[in-house]
């Protein structure tokens, strides 16, 4: 793992989890010198509400029994890691946001490595094996990723106290929240949806990557079979900018009903999924990934949330005897609804990533963008064409023309030009313009007509 890569992934979001939990894992933000006194750990808990459905959606919410978010948070790092000041504020906008679609929302911040797991832990035994419980875990702060010595990616989230690995890796190991122990708890509990959300870059390789929306079933199945669902902001190798862009995403998918794709009501995991995909790198330089557990039986439903429905408050659940005492805090009140998205609606017809009103080559078709598009410049989402031969990757059979091998042009394949196809390209060829006659023979390397007994008379019309 280099520099860069612990640079760039900085916060991991673990969210949504949908009557399952599990999954977990990120990469590194930027790393600044150790900063002294983290702040208290802080758990609070927000009065849970539930869903006043429409007509149509009755069925379907009726069919949890109870909504539980887990929101844990970090932002004062020590010991190599950065600050993420702007965190403790995001996460009230993802609380309020819970809190009006139904969800009893728990949250904790700055969580040192002893308090970190059993926080997880005494989450799921509290509310984890109660079927019908559809359960959220969101976490915001550093993660990590790293290769063992056979290769093989680990992801970690990082606890306010573990040292920065490039300088104490025994150290760091000793104290990282590791993604293995997130799938244990994710397989262990009985709840049915599970949706996890990271606020990070992250390597996809714990779960089943999706490009494309699989075609639409009744929500009612959905919601019948289990699932835990991932959704990460970014790949291991891209920056998380210091202010969210994926968390004010996600809220408005839901607020607003940006995320409803098939305009049926609801926002799946999903759809969801794919929105963010394509939503965050209109603003960001960051790709988000989203997938299912590499499980069958823990793959086959889906995450629901319902669109435009209104909350009442309920009575809080009774605590377990399994959970870890917190202090309960005063309800917090919900914020009035914005009358705009935080991110307006952006068309892109084809849906590249790149918004029509910035984007060159607004109607590319699929097969144009299996190569990539270029982000930036005079150029930005038109094909790529690496080589700058003017003809796109895409088609180009010789992606990789050295500028010697353009300086005589190129064919429509991308390949430099050989006008006589005598196979030796014109900008080495110093016969280029031999003659189907002069052809007769063969050439030599240096695309001339052979002359075998070197008497100075080419073959082709040596006696």
Not at 62 to 87: E, N, P, R, V
Not at 400 to 418: A, T
């Amino acid at each position: 793992m280099n520099d860069s890569t612990l640079t760039l992934n900085r916060r991991i979001t673990l969210f949504l989890i949908w009557l399952n939990l599990t999954l977990l894992s990120a990469c590194t933000n930027n790393q600044t010198v150790p900063q002294k006194g983290p702040k208290p750990d802080i758990v609070s808990h927000t009065t849970p509400t539930s869903m006043v459905p429409s007509p149509q959606g009755t069925q379907v919410l009726s069919s949890y029994s109870g909504s539980y978010a887990l929101l844990i948070g970090k932002s004062q790092y020590t010991h190599g890691w950065s600050k993420l000041t702007t965190i403790p504020s995001e996460l009230q906008q993802v609380e309020e946001l819970l809190t009006a679609k139904g969800f009893h929302v728990e949250r904790a911040m700055n969580l040192k490595a002893d308090a970190l797991g059993k926080r997880f832990e005494a989450f799921v035994e509290q509310y984890g094996f109660a079927e019908n419980n559809r359960l959220l875990f969101f976490y915001s702060g550093h993660g990590y990723t790293r290769k063992d010595k056979w290769g093989n990616e680990k992801g970690y989230l990082v606890p306010t106290d573990a040292p920065n690995p490039h300088f104490d890796k025994t150290g760091f190991l000793q104290k990282a929240l590791e993604m293995n122990q997130i799938l244990t708890w994710a397989r262990r509990i009985e709840a049915k949806h599970a949706l996890f959300l990271f606020d990070s870059c992250f390597s996809g390789t714990v779960f089943k990557a999706k490009t494309l929306p699989e075609v639409p079933r009744q929500i009612s199945e959905m919601t019948q079979l289990p699932v835990r669902q991932f959704i990460t902001a970014g790949t291991a190798d891209e920056t998380v900018p210091a202010q969210s862009v994926f968390t004010p995403a996600f809220i408005d998918a839901l607020r607003y009903g940006l995320g409803d794709l098939y305009k049926d009501g609801y926002v799946t995991g999903e759809e969801l999924g794919l929105y963010l995909k394509n939503k965050v790198p209109v603003h960001a330089e960051q790709h988000p990934q989203y997938g299912k557990i590499k499980d069958y039986s823990l793959s086959r439903g889906d995450f629901v949330f319902m669109v435009g429905a209104t909350a009442r408050p309920v009575p809080p659940p009774v605590q377990s005897q399994a959970a870890v005492p917190v202090s309960p805090v005063a309800p917090m009140p919900v914020s009035p609804v914005p009358t705009t998205p935080i991110f307006k609606p952006v068309s892109d017809r084809d849906g590249d990533g790149v918004a029509d009103n910035q984007d060159n080559c607004p109607n590319n078709r699929p097969d144009e963008m299996v190569s990539g598009i270029y982000k930036t410049g005079s150029r930005r989402g038109c094909p790529l064409d690496r080589d700058n031969d003017r003809v796109p990757d895409y088609r180009d059979k010789c992606p990789r023309n050295r500028q010697e091998e353009l300086r005589n042009g190129v064919n429509s394949d991308g390949c430099p030009l050989d006008e006589d196809q005598d196979g030796v390209a014109d900008y080495q060829d110093r016969c280029p313009r031999n003659s189907s006659t002069e052809l007769a023979q063969g050439v030599n390397p240096q695309g001339c007509p052979l002359d075998s007994d070197q008497d100075g008379v080419p073959d082709y019309r040596d006696n």
